[in-house]
């Protein structure tokens, strides 16, 4: 179970799962008894021919008895402009496995506030199924493609890697993207494809992956960032550049930070304040 759920995404998760249909509940259980099986396989589980009945009943469910009751702040996670909701992300997250022939599938996974409210229901046990394994779970530099245009095997591994490294582990990233709108936190730059995710405490130093420990920054700034030639006043919130900048960028200093409106999704204090306790020792180096 994860360390923090969201409270608020249980709540409307138990008050929306309390009257469930039969199918509905065992697909739920299906899920939940065959971890790492992928979605299209798991009727066979209970005795039927392969399918997209789970992919269907987890949208239909979510969709139908779910989606209405959920707050602006969580819709939006799961909304993309010009494109149908996402409704199964209310229950499941998406993982990608691959089998022996190097196949890959989609797995479903309950969601740790799924998994507790049907529980609290009844509707799943507390026991921890084994994960099948004749999948292997692929990391996310596995999954994530290189953009367009590297087509050598060699070369689109070392790229592929480069920009998920750099990008940020890339539930991190998508979290700082919803949070911040798809703008830089400096700039307000709206090119997704060179936005990245910044620890404002680096995860070396115990920082966690979580949307308040981050910054959604241009490229550029993210490196600055990590060379310590800028911080974020931890009381006012403006940016503060050193003298060292380039000129073309000391036009940001003294301007607001763009931060979430949400408070619970804005940059942690503490953790500003341990950015710029470094930031100030290095301008005194």
């Known amino acids: 179970m994860a360390d923090r759920l969201d409270r608020e995404l249980l709540g409307c998760l138990k008050s929306g799962l309390q009257e469930l249909t039969d199918a509905e509940r065992r697909t739920l259980e299906l899920i939940w008894r065959h971890p790492n099986v992928p979605a299209i396989r798991l009727p066979a589980m209970a005795g039927k021919k392969p399918g997209g009945s789970v992919w269907l009943r987890v949208g239909t469910l979510a969709k139908t008895k779910l989606w209405e009751r959920m707050p602006r702040r969580i819709k939006s996670e799961f909304e993309r402009p010009d494109r149908k909701p996402f409704y199964s992300g209310l229950l499941v997250n998406l993982l990608t496995v691959e089998d022996q022939r190097r196949a890959r599938w989609i797995v479903f996974e309950l969601r740790p506030e799924t998994e507790k409210a049907l529980q609290s229901l009844k509707i799943i046990d507390r026991f921890s199924h084994p994960p099948s394994n004749a999948y292997r779970r692929l990391d996310e530099n596995e999954v994530e493609r290189a953009p367009v245009g590297f087509n050598a095997p060699a070369e689109t591994q070392r790229v592929t890697r480069a920009i998920i490294a750099r990008r940020g582990q890339a539930r991190f990233r ?7 709108e798809g703008r830089c936190a400096v700039t ?22 979580e949307v308040a420990n981050g910054l959604l920054l241009r490229a550029d700034w993210h490196t600055l960032f990590d060379l310590g030639l800028w911080a974020v006043h931890p009381k006012r919130g403006t940016i503060e550049l050193s003298p060292n900048i380039a000129e073309e960028y000391r036009k940001f200093g003294g301007r607001k930070l763009h ?3 949400d408070t619970k999704l804005a940059p942690r204090s503490d953790a500003l304040e341990r950015r710029y306790k470094r930031f100030r020792q290095l301008l005194r180096a």
């Open 259 to 261: 931060a979430p409106d």
């Open 174 to 180: 998508q979290a700082l993207l919803n949070a911040y």
């Open 188 to 209: 307000g730059c709206t090119e997704v494809n060179v936005l990245e995710a910044a620890h404002i405490v680096g995860h070396r130093s115990r920082g966690r992956y």
